[in-house]
């Protein structure tokens, strides 16, 4: 099947010329007011605004909803990770499908209102006979990230030497090459990370928010733009730090707070939606996350999120849970490769994988050498409990202590087989409940997962001993018990 071409083809039957476009009954209407009435539309069919961004259905879409139905520019404030460029790029899908444009034109000019030089001299000269082409709505969307280098000429526009050494004079506006945002015109433009903008370069968007034209230096001529801005921040920046001039916030509309999943099954449910697994490899296992596995992930990311020892500041994205969770499959698949089974499922075993996926996603504060790993691990062990004794009932597990009263050992590893764990049922029959009621499943693989979280459970409820090198482990009886899980 071929791919389908970006931007896609306007239909056959729409207006070639201004004279067809008149005719046909178009009318032009600013961009504000285009994104507006199809956010009513959306709203009153019940639709959301923003596609595919979880848990801001109650606190953030609302506001964006405001935001938009007002007629408002607006800016996003956020840690790292909280979807903000997604729900930026997603406002493309509050415009009309199609926009008609004077063809040939830089700046996507109205054929009703040109404003760029060509255009009003193209349409003064074909009059209805100039040519239009129709625009696609994912086209009508331009975005900077913010950096210190970023100049005037990169936003607005500046002289373009070729042209004037092509024999064009200084005094000619065609030798003018414009910047991002005129070349936004009747669309959006958003900026990232907007504190990163030197002062000076802010102060070029003052008109674009409130005049609504750019000036472009050495020239008197005004560009009277249609644009929507979005931009994004760190709250840290934005607030605090006296990075953005108080002219420039005071222009946008609305400023809109966003932040990480509120639970645990909001930030699951992000990543199933987002997750990349490594379940299609060719001649490979069938690959079975359990329920469970995905829940220590997405309670590992919660806890760092509450710890005092990670940097809040930097934020815990959610990137962290996805990253982690494909992390935790691919290991499951690489040692089924390995040891030629049908089925990869990921085990508490698996979790010290997860290190390389999540070193470079948090910020650990810690003076003392070693004191990372150490802060690492318990927030681990801290997400494998939570998730265990949400699982298992304690009556469960009394059984299972009592059989390790004697000289019962039970090894686990990331790369023991499946069926290795098979010896530990036979050798602890009541392990058989509590694995059930994690969700064992019935494949070996799926066994031997559910046994690796109950005996890691039990050790981190301080019933059982455990004796670990790197992913191995024997757990063994010898703890003091408390009497409860």
Same mark, same amino acid.
């Given at each position: 099947?071929a ?19 008149? &005719? ?8 504000? !007011? ?14 959301p605004?923003? =596609? ?14 405001n ?11 956020? !840690? ?9 790029? %997603?406002?493309?899908?509050?415009l ?5 444009v004077?063809?040939? *034109?830089e700046?996507?000019?109205d054929?009703?209102?040109?404003? *760029? ?8 000269e ?8 129709w ?7 331009? !975005? ?6 970023? %100049? ?8 373009d ?31 990232n ?22 000036q ?9 733009l ?12 934005y ?6 001039i ?54 590992? +990311?919660?806890?760092?999120?509450? *710890? ?5 500041? /930097?934020?815990? /994205? ?31 075993s ?7 996926? +999540? ?5 650990? !504060? ?15 062990? &801290?997400?494998?409990? &939570? ?15 009592? =059989? ?27 392990l058989?409940?509590?694995?059930a ?39 063994r009886?010898g703890?003091?018990? %408390?009497?409860? *899980?």
């Amino acid at each position: 099947m071929a791919p389908a071409s970006f931007p896609p083809e306007p239909p056959a039957d729409l207006p070639a010329t201004l004279g067809d476009l008149r &005719a046909s009954g178009w009318e032009p209407v600013p961009v504000h !007011e285009e994104l507006r009435r199809n956010a009513a539309a959306r709203i009153a069919k019940g639709e959301p605004l923003v =596609a595919r961004v979880l848990g801001f259905e109650d606190t953030v879409l609302p506001q964006i909803e405001n935001a938009v139905l007002a007629g408002h520019d607006m800016i996003l404030l956020g !840690e790292r990770g909280q979807a903000k460029t997604r729900i930026v790029r %997603s406002l493309t899908q509050l415009l009309d499908e199609w926009l008609p444009v004077v063809a040939g *034109s830089e700046l996507r000019d109205d054929p009703f209102h040109p404003v *760029s030089r060509h255009a009003r001299d193209l349409v003064a000269e074909e009059g209805d006979d100039t040519p239009v082409a129709w625009v696609h709505r994912d086209t009508r969307f331009a !975005e900077k990230l913010a950096t210190p280098d970023t %100049s005037i000429a990169d936003l607005i526009g500046e002289v373009d030497p070729i042209k004037v050494a092509e024999g064009r004079y200084l005094a000619d506006e065609l030798t003018l090459h414009y910047g991002l945002v005129p070349r936004a015109n009747r669309g959006i433009f958003a900026v990232n990370e907007l504190p990163d903008l030197a002062e000076r370069i802010q102060v070029g968007l003052l008109n674009v928010l409130e005049e609504r034209d750019v000036q472009i230096r050495g020239f008197t001529v005004r560009l009277p733009l249609d644009v929507v801005l979005v931009a994004t921040a760190n709250p840290e920046d934005y607030t605090n730090r006296g990075r953005i001039i108080t002219p420039l916030k005071d222009r946008f509309g609305a400023q809109v707070r966003t932040h990480y999943p509120p639970d645990v099954d909001t930030e699951l449910a992000i990543v199933h939606q987002e997750a990349r697994l490594p379940d299609e490899v060719p001649d490979g296992p069938r690959l079975v996350v359990p329920a469970y596995m995905g829940e220590i992930v997405a309670e590992l +990311s919660q806890l760092a999120r509450q *710890s005092p020892h990670i940097n809040q500041r /930097s934020g815990v /994205s959610v990137r962290l849970s996805i990253a982690n969770y494909e992390t935790l499959a691919a290991n499951a698949v690489r040692r089924a490769l390995r040891l030629g089974e049908d089925t990869a499922v990921p085990r508490v075993s698996d979790l010290g994988a997860l290190v390389a996926s +999540s070193q470079g996603k948090i910020e650990i !504060e810690a003076l003392e050498e070693g004191r990372e790993e150490r802060i690492w691990q318990a927030l681990v062990a &801290a997400a494998v409990l &939570a998730v265990f004794r949400r699982r298992v009932a304690p009556e469960q597990l009394g059984p299972v202590v009592a =059989a390790f009263d004697g000289d019962q050992v039970v090894n686990v590893g990331d790369d023991l087989p499946a069926d290795a764990y098979q010896q530990a049922m036979a050798d602890v029959p009541a392990l058989a409940a509590p694995v059930a009621s994690v969700g064992g499943g019935e494949s070996p693989a799926e066994i031997a997962a559910a046994v690796e979280l109950v005996l890691e459970g039990l050790h981190l409820a301080k019933r059982l001993n455990k004796d670990a090198a790197g992913a191995k482990a024997a757990y063994r009886g010898g703890r003091e018990r %408390s009497g409860r *899980s």
